[in-house]
């Protein structure tokens, strides 16, 4: 028996691949083939654009599979999306581990000010279902078109506003638009079927690899940091260590010494070993971490 994965392709097929090799699956992807090879005999993927991935999970085709919530609710809007369950939450993004946020924009130099200054007008955009439930809410009438992309180019002459993913705001700025709502935020899901997670082989290996996925997200920006420090200094060396939740502290052979085991942001490590090494602290060793299981 085999699980069935589909993975993102595009914008999100590269951090994709790099946060399964993290989690412990190395994917291998040939340019000739949209079946990439896997380090697990139990499980085979098959490369699937986001936006499609709803639609191959909920016909059986694909067990399970990677996209945003943005595509899930995209496929619910004209479908009937009880059958794509949603399995874990996995925020990260194709620049940054976090969310997208997909925002109405216009010209900089244009009038609008609220969705509802649209009235009449045209909004072009590549997720248009949400798009049309969004002004369906706001009680405004507006013609959404699909955009086939280079979204951002098409104000003032091809459509009045857009509706476009960003993560920065850097593209939708240099092009010289302004938001004025974010339509909704959007982060990546492992989603399955309801046939697969009635399977208790599939359930569970579609869980295990939940787990495994989200514990490697957990380390993504963090690093181990172990220390040797005299019980004396311990209470100032603690007094310094931010911690997942608390530091390991262990006796060592001295009674005298102890040693710490903590994890800290990786950001704050250049800042932290110089004032650990001031009170006391010695043999300081800094590890990568892979996965963080809670």
Not at 141 to 167: C, H, M, R, Y
Request: net charge negative; charged share 25%.
């Amino acid at each position: 028996m085999k699980l069935k994965i589909g993975i993102p392709t595009g914008s999100l097929q590269d951090a994709t691949i790099q946060l399964f090799a993290r989690a412990g699956f190395n994917v291998y992807v040939s340019s000739r083939s949209y079946y990439p090879a896997i380090d697990d005999p139990e499980i085979e993927c098959m490369l699937i654009r986001a936006q499609e991935m709803a639609r191959y999970v909920a016909d059986g085709v694909l067990d399970a599979g990677l996209t945003g919530q943005d595509w899930i609710a995209e496929y619910a809007a004209a479908h009937d999306g009880s059958n794509v369950q949603a399995v874990a939450d996995l925020i990260y993004a194709k620049q940054s581990f976090g969310r997208v946020k997909w925002v109405l924009a216009v010209p900089e130099d244009s009038a609008f000010r609220t969705p509802r200054d649209l009235e009449g007008r045209t909004v072009a955009t590549e997720l248009v279902r949400a798009t049309e439930a969004y002004f369906r809410r706001q009680r405004v009438n507006v013609q959404v078109e699909f955009s086939w992309g280079a979204t951002e180019v098409k104000p003032p002459v091809l459509a009045d506003a857009i509706v476009e993913v960003t993560e920065t705001g850097s593209s939708l700025r240099a092009n010289r638009l302004r938001v004025i709502d974010t339509i909704m935020e959007s982060n990546t899901q492992l989603i399955a079927n309801a046939a697969s997670q009635s399977d208790p082989w599939k359930r569970t290996k579609i869980d295990n690899l939940a787990l495994l996925l989200r514990a490697a997200i957990e380390a993504q920006g963090r690093v181990g940091l172990m220390l040797n420090v005299q019980r004396t200094d311990l209470e100032a060396v603690l007094g310094l260590l931010p911690a997942l939740q608390r530091p390991t502290v262990s006796p060592l052979s001295d009674d005298r010494w102890v040693a710490v085991n903590t994890i800290i942001e990786e950001r704050t490590v250049r800042e932290l070993i110089p004032r650990l090494k001031s009170v006391g602290a010695q043999g300081i060793v800094e590890f990568p971490l892979n996965k963080i299981v809670l």
